[in-house]
């Protein structure tokens, strides 16, 4: 299943000799060639993940031997090199990031750099009613659940194998362990989960918690024909409208959502556009994946290896530093996921860049 022309060592020729024009911003974050200013990682810790959600992954999967992986100290490795370059927040997923031995010792050595001063997570949900209360010890404040529909067998149809009883106890678990904020985020699919949109926003009322819709994106090849489950945001809203009052709202959390608020009561309803709002103007990321590639942007081919880097140097920074630098001279202005949502114009599964 996976994409062999994805190898590191297969990808980075544009690199070659490239010395970028504006790698460094004068206030020490790292810029693109456009003037934006990345501040924010992805970091993917595991391709594995206990649910097999068939917009973001075949129903038969190979996943990268242990090797091909970055340990979690490789891991760390990276990301201080990033918070040295003047990244602030680390986003730790997956796959799910859950599933990884020691992912919360990762998270904890996250929260301790100097410099950084947000670590968050994307979670399924499904390991949360064991891990909360670490994950808030460890530092992570706030917290993403994926969540697309509140009936049984229409999650497990959805996920192939997930048991929404144990996701719904994750959620309280994390309630109940006081994160600053938690997160739902749903992706929009017609005809599979656009009748319970209504449903999944009460939920998130009753729960005291946010909720973020998100378009679905054209990344790997899938079972599914993602043309007619394309569900845009303005009717979702639209939808929304017919029960909630949604006033507009100018909070952003530092992601590309676009947020709404339901009077008297905490939630904020986000929208993830990729498709129908194009947020990469204000792009201010780049994602790390579990075998160490460096994606400058989510909906682009464009990736260089740190992996041979990494154990090329065992005691020096330097080149991974270099090599960091280097690729944001090759951050597209945006993405690619043009009209077609059947022709995955990215090759690599959402559950190899995380999200
Ligand atoms: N396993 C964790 C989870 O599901 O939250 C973290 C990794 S998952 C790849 C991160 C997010 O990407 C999830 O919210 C998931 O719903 C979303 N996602 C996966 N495939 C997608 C796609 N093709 N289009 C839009 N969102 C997608
Ligand atoms: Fe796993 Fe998350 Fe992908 Fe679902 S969306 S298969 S939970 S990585």
């Known amino acids: 299943m996976r994409n062999e022309s994805l190898r590191p060592e297969s990808i980075p020729p544009a690199l070659a000799g490239f010395v970028p024009a504006a790698s460094r911003h004068a206030d020490g974050t790292l810029a693109d060639k456009y003037g934006r200013h990345v501040t924010y990682l992805r970091l993917s810790i595991t391709d594995r993940c206990d649910f097999r959600c068939t917009y973001c992954m075949a129903e038969e999967m190979t996943f990268l031997p242990r090797a091909q992986v970055l340990t979690l100290e490789e891991c760390l490795r990276i990301v201080t090199t990033f918070v040295a370059l003047g990244v602030t927040k680390v986003r730790v997923t997956g796959g799910e990031p859950l599933v ?14 100097e410099g950084i001063k947000e670590v968050v997570v994307t979670t399924n949900g499904s390991q949360l009613d064991r891990f909360a209360p670490a994950l808030l010890a460890a530092g992570v404040k706030r917290i993403n659940i994926s969540l697309d529909t509140l009936r049984a067998e229409r999650f497990r149809e959805i996920t192939r194998i997930g048991d929404l009883a144990k996701v719904l106890r994750g959620i309280d678990a994390a309630r109940g362990a006081g994160f600053q904020r938690i997160k739902l985020n749903t992706v929009m699919m ?19 918690i946010d ?70 103007d204000t792009c201010n990321r780049v994602r790390v994946t579990a075998q160490g590639e460096l994606y400058p942007c989510l909906g ?47 090759v690599r599964f959402m559950s190899m860049t995380g999200g």
Not at 106 to 112: N, S, T
Not at 190 to 208: H, M, P, S, T, Y
């Open 300 to 346: 682009n081919n464009d990736a260089i290896g740190l992996l041979p880097l990494l154990r090329a140097h065992p005691g020096d920074d330097a080149p991974l530093r270099q090599a960091i630098m280097k690729t944001m001279g090759i951050k597209a202005k945006g993405h690619e996921f043009g009209e077609q949502m059947n022709a995955p114009q990215v």
């Open 190 to 208: 017609r005809g599979r989960n656009d009748d319970e949109f209504i449903d999944l926003v009460q939920f998130a009322v009753d729960k005291g």
């Open 211 to 280: 909720i973020a819709f998100i378009e679905e994106m054209p990344l790997g090849e899938i079972g599914h024909g993602r043309e007619s489950s394309y569900f845009g945001s303005e009717e979702a809203i639209a939808r929304l409208q017919t029960r909630f009052a949604l006033l507009p709202s100018t909070e952003t959390t530092g992601g590309p959502a676009r947020y709404w608020r339901i009077p008297d009561t905490q939630t904020r309803v986000g929208f993830i556009s990729p498709h129908s709002h194009n947020f990469c």
């Open 100 to 113: 990884r031995h020691n992912a919360v010792w990762l998270m904890e050595q996250i929260a301790g750099l």
